[in-house]
């Protein structure tokens, strides 16, 4: 037990210090750019219905500028987390299952780079457009840059993380886990959840935006049964 505590802790540590790495990553200028945090800052700002954000206290464009750069770090080091979890659970399994475990590492990174993209040109116009456009004959869209920071790169975070469902179940299935005849049977529970899980990240209640939410997660689920036949 104290042995397994042990690797528990090198591991933790890798992955603090990997997000530490990836923070500095994102906040180092790079040259005739600037830093990738402010670069994405940038880039969000402009989904807003001014192209600006309004900061409503002398600290608030500091500390959501970290906040971003927190984001942006756990998502650079996504590769050594999951690198980090998967070395800690390795010494349970067999050798062949071990490198279909590491060959995961950059799929699990691809789609969730490929779901970031996802979000941020589909699914987060249709957000930001419902927002910026309810009821403009009561309300200004004057928003906060903390929170409209804090929910669109929640947003693009939680969508990037669904999208690596279908590599997980593949290799799932790869290592004898689940079997896709046992993931088919769940597909009525799996087209449920997704439109729970829409409803929970969907920044906005109308029911347009979770169906573009939901719909591409259980679409997912079923791209994963089908990568879990070839497997």
């Known amino acids: ?56 206290g002398p600290g608030e464009g500091f500390f959501t500028f970290l906040q971003v750069a927190l984001i942006i770090g756990i998502a650079l080091s996504m590769p050594v987390i999951i690198y980090q979890l998967l070395a800690f659970v390795t010494p349970a399994l067999y050798e062949n299952e071990k490198k279909y475990l590491y060959i995961a590492v950059p799929g ?22 419902f927002l910026g456009g309810f009821q403009t004959d009561i309300f200004a869209p004057l928003w906060s840059a903390e929170r409209y920071l804090d929910f669109v790169t929640t947003f693009l975070f939680w969508v990037g993380v669904t999208f690596e469902l279908p590599i997980v179940m593949y290799f799932l299935s790869k290592m004898g886990v689940v079997t896709p005849q046992r993931l088919s049977s769940f597909r009525k529970y799996a087209f449920v959840g997704a439109f729970l899980i829409g409803a929970v990240i969907t920044p906005t209640p109308d029911p347009i935006n979770q169906t573009i939410v939901s719909l591409p997660i259980y679409f997912l689920f ?8 070839f497997a």
């Open 108 to 129: 699990v990174t691809v789609s969730f780079a490929i779901g970031v993209g996802f979000c941020y040109f589909l699914m987060l116009p249709f957000a930001i457009a």
């Open 1 to 56: 037990m104290l042995e397994h505590l042990d690797e528990l802790r090198k591991r933790l540590v890798g992955a603090v210090i990997g997000v530490v790495v990836g923070i500095l990553v994102a906040v180092i200028p790079l040259p005739g750019y600037g830093s990738i945090t402010e670069m994405s800052v940038k880039l969000l700002a402009e989904r807003a219905p001014a192209g600006k954000l309004t900061t409503l």
């Open 222 to 229: 079923e791209i994963g049964i089908l990568l879990a036949r």
